[in-house]
């Protein structure tokens, strides 16, 4: 039995090191995994496909694209940038107020997308062409576009949060409201980070010109007040309602939708882009759908074969300390993180780490929130860092380099990582709030 476990774990990270798409391996590891513990090709099968079948008929599945296409209304309909200027305006008599106003900016727009890649992409475009006109040195620039949008992972609503709810089946609801305390500990760490290094480093973050009262365009203003109380208004539904009990995450994230949807008519949108952001809604979340679909033949699997029990014998004959179990946990993430994304992360792992954690004492919530943490470091992590990637592909400013943004983000890496390992070690800070508002 452990040798076939280990044989097909060693085929999957083969298959996905080689650059097979991962929903494939996973599904081809799941079939030969199974076929080898029944001996029929048949049986396993049809224990796959029904499977899939009762995978496809969770209701749980529609959170994603309703959340993903109320980030995309959001992003197009230019709220994102009234955000940002509300923040900007408000902050500008701090040291490095453009870079605090894309982290505030960042941690609003995350509490509506919920997709680390949607913020990166839009204040690639919105908040670094401002720093660097400004005088802003440009890896700086680039480290606080990239390392805030992290947030968008770890503020509900998150995607990477209903992904692994869904493959532990802890409450969604919970795990948003997990995540509030230490996405806004982290955030407010990134914002003394701005205000430090602009402090320390004048030339780094040079201080904005004060605006005359008599050059601001008041009916400009109103409108962007108008907006930036609109998109307040969502999260309270959508997050406040799920705190209170009032509306299940399906729920929310359907009123979350209709209210975005209204918001962006009210900002101009019309048909075309109504239109261009249903479609991009459904090309982020269709390759996601068939992954949960394929991690759940996955886990099936692991289930069928004792894998947990073997994997934890395996682990626990190397040490039998909590501390030491955690640790290579967090090492195979880390390492991970720098070849693949977040979420074929969580589907590989969290099936096998989710339970070995339970075993060894740590909270649920503390350690989703932790794995979260640390999968969201590996956004930053080269070679792969998805989010260095994405900066680069979207921001206008063709001479930025690869290295320019891996040694910005650096800083926001390891302030991730110390987040992490403060949830670890003080579970409260991710237990506190579901125990106290749910």
């Given amino acids: 039995m452990a040798t076939v476990i280990f044989t097909v774990l060693a085929l999957l990270l083969v298959m996905v090191f ?9 599904g081809a590891a799941s079939f030969i995994g199974v076929y ?10 049809s224990v796959l496909s029904s499977t899939a079948y009762e995978a496809l008929r969770k209701d749980i599945f529609i ?12 992003s197009r309909s230019g709220a994102a940038q009234d955000i940002y200027t509300i923040a900007n305006r408000g902050l500008r008599r701090i040291p490095g107020c453009l870079a605090v106003a894309t982290v505030s900016g960042n941690s609003v727009f995350a509490a509506i997308t919920g997709v680390s890649i ?10 670094y062409p401002e720093m660097v006109a400004l005088g802003y040195k440009k890896s700086y620039a680039l480290g606080v576009v990239a390392g805030s949008a992290c947030l968008g992972m770890l503020i509900p609503p998150s995607i990477l949060m209903i992904v692994w709810a869904v493959l532990t089946e802890i409450s969604i609801g919970a795990l948003f409201v997990a995540g509030l305390l230490p996405g806004l500990i982290l955030a407010s760490l990134f914002c003394a980070y701005c205000i430090f290094t602009a402090v320390l480093s004048p030339e780094t973050a040079p201080r904005s010109p004060i605006v005359d009262k008599q050059d601001i365009d008041v009916a400009k203003q109103r409108s962007e007040l108008t907006s930036g109380l609109s998109v307040i208004a969502l999260i309270v539904i959508v997050i406040g309602g799920i705190w209170g009990g009032f509306l299940t995450p399906t729920e929310a994230a359907g009123f979350g939708t209709i209210g975005a949807l209204f918001v962006g008519l009210a900002k101009g949108m019309r048909k075309t882009e109504i239109s261009e952001s249903i479609f991009r809604a ?30 934890q014998g395996t682990l626990f004959s190397v040490s039998d300390s909590p501390i030491i179990i955690m640790f290579m946990i967090f090492l195979v993430w880390l390492v991970l993180g720098m070849f693949i994304d977040s979420t074929s992360i969580i589907l590989l792992t969290v099936p096998i780490f989710a339970p070995m954690s339970q075993f060894i004492g740590v909270d649920p919530l503390a350690f989703a929130i932790f794995g979260i943490l640390v999968i ?3 956004l930053l992590t080269p ?11 979207s921001v206008p400013d063709r001479t930025v380099t690869m290295g320019e943004i891996f040694t910005g983000a650096v800083p926001y890496w390891i302030m991730i990582l110390i987040v992490a390992v403060l949830v670890v070690v003080f579970p409260v800070l991710a237990t506190y709030l579901p125990q106290s508002l749910m």
């Fill in 18 to 26: 080689l650059g097979v798409q991962i929903a494939i391996a996973l």
């Fill in 36 to 45: 080898l513990l029944l001996g029929s090709a048949d049986i396993a099968l």
């Fill in 63 to 74: 959170v994603i694209p309703l959340f993903v296409l109320m980030g995309e209304f959001i």
């Fill in 118 to 127: 949607a913020s990166a992409a839009t204040f690639s475009r919105i908040a």
């Fill in 282 to 311: 459904g090309k982020i979340t269709a390759p996601l759908m068939i992954l949960l679909i394929t991690a759940s033949m996955y886990s099936r699997f692991l289930a069928m074969g004792g894998a947990v029990g073997v994997i």
């Fill in 376 to 378: 969201e470091a590996g």
């Fill in 383 to 393: 070679p792969f860092g998805l989010l260095v990637f994405t900066v680069k592909a």
